[in-house]
């Protein structure tokens, strides 16, 4: 469910006018729904009900400081995994006392950082960093709360680069090691245990590998909680998001003509597989989710260039590339694309959706059928809002893309459209050359 829609024949985000936003600040742009982001948080929570719940906003998936914001604003921590986030988190007004921090090559600085903002909780991923983060605490005088990431070693069932929880990524500790991993923690006197941790993938869509590894992981967490008194077990994040037909799923109707057995993954039958299994623990159950708050709840904003009409195949160039939206080049991920103005008296049209990019992979979609459409005219990638701004980038020297932030009708730029002077403000002539 999501607040993008068509309102007579013009694409929408809440009450605002998306061809609207893009002729006031330019293609390509990203646009955020916070109604969804907040029926997002809330859906998981609902879900999840029965336990008690600390969600961490996995923002690797969307660090704007205005999606962060709103999150913390509904009460949320976040899942972060550098310092850079850490400081973002500040930046937003948010503390980090609720966020917990990830990833397997944390340096000094960046623990030092966490410590300083009185950190929930340490995700560790190896037997030296335990090493390193007690070190560091040492220095400062404090203890550090830790939770050990252990690799159930479950199959999630996803794209090859995002999945975490096989033993052969390098996430995380197996289980047969955990035990004496957690015996090496205890030892260390700067440490303090406080939790245990997995995360097994990305864009999960069934519960089946969830399950799996709570069942795995679910005994061994309350024999930590016997013997050392930690007080909550992460499940980690992963929970997948619609895709294909992602502007219909915005509609309660969509979820309804879905046959039982193919409807996809939602937080009501996440947390109906999951509660009954996590319940007995005692624990306070962290969850990690970043695509699903955040994925459905935005889009990218791009205009036509030309449609360039080849032998057999057209080409719809557009004026957004791989370097504003690198995830159909990078994991062969689909994005529903949809016209901002609809016209239903038009013809569909086949063709490769193009960026003007030097290079064949600046693909976002191939023999994709669309209403025809012309040069000058306005088109919405569909479900952009996670692993979009963030995995940007500056390709061909084009600017990072502005974003914008939705709510009910009101908008406001949420990051302004990088200018050519930000873009090589760190460069320089070296002398040598002069
Ligand atoms: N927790 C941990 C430890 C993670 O590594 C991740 C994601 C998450 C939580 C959040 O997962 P999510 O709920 O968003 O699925 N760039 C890729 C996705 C990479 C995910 C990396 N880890 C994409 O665009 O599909």
Redesign the pocket.
């Known amino acids: 469910m999501h607040h993008f829609h068509y309102t007579g024949q013009n694409l929408t985000c809440e009450s605002v006018d998306l061809a609207g936003v893009a002729q006031l600040y330019g293609t390509p742009t990203y646009v955020y729904s916070a109604a969804t982001m907040a029926d997002n948080y809330t859906r998981l929570a609902k879900g999840l009900a029965g336990l008690d719940v600390q969600i961490c906003f ?1 923002m ?2 969307n660090s704007n400081l205005a999606v962060l914001r709103h999150f913390a604003n509904l009460g949320a921590g976040f ?1 972060l995994v550098s310092g850079g986030e850490i400081r973002r988190v500040q930046a937003a007004g948010a503390n980090v006392q609720r966020s917990v921090f ?1 990833g397997v090559g944390k340096t000094e600085a960046e623990i030092k950082l966490a410590l300083a903002g009185g950190i929930f909780a340490f995700h560790v991923e190896s037997e030296p960093e335990l090493a390193r983060i007690n070190h560091v605490a040492g220095k400062l005088g404090v203890k550090a709360p830790i939770a050990i990431r252990i690799n159930p070693d479950v199959d999630a069932h996803t794209h090859a680069k ?1 999945t ?1 929880g096989k033993s052969d990524n390098k996430f995380g500790i197996p289980m047969k090691y955990a035990a004496a991993a957690y015996e090496a923690a205890a030892k260390y006197p700067h440490l303090l245990l406080r939790g245990v941790q997995m ?1 097994i993938g ?2 999960l869509t069934s519960v089946a590998p969830f399950v799996e590894a709570v069942e795995k992981v679910a005994p061994f967490a309350a024999e930590l909680k016997a013997k050392y008194g930690i007080t909550y077990f992460s499940i ?4 997948g998001i619609v895709y294909r037909d992602a502007l219909a799923s915005g509609q309660q109707a969509w979820w309804d003509a879905q046959p039982a057995d193919q409807r996809p993954l939602t937080p009501e039958t996440y947390g109906a597989a999951l509660v009954p299994l996590l319940k007995p623990l005692g624990l306070k159950i962290l969850l ?5 708050m955040v994925g459905n709840a935005g889009v990218l904003l791009a205009r036509v260039e030309h449609l360039k009409r080849g032998a057999g195949k057209n080409f719809l160039v557009v004026d957004a590339a791989m370097n504003d939206l690198v ?1 159909p080049a990078m ?1 062969d ?1 689909y994005h529903e694309i949809v016209p901002l103005h609809r016209d239903t008296a038009r013809r569909a049209l086949v063709a490769d959706v193009v960026g003007p990019i030097c290079e064949s992979g600046d693909c976002f979609a191939k023999d994709r059928s669309i209403q025809e459409v012309g040069e000058g005219e306005l088109l919405a990638f569909m479900s952009a809002g ?2 979009g701004y963030v ?1 940007a980038s500056r390709y061909n020297t084009r600017s990072m893309p502005a974003e914008v932030m939705v709510k009910g009708s009101a908008f406001e730029l949420v990051n302004a459209r990088e200018t050519f002077e930000q873009v090589i403000a760190g460069e320089k002539i070296p002398a040598f050359l002069k």
């Open positions: 996995a690797k998936a899942d990830a995002i975490t995360h990305s864009q980690g994040g992963g929970m990690e989710h970043g695509r699903f995830r994991y991920s996670a692993y995995m």
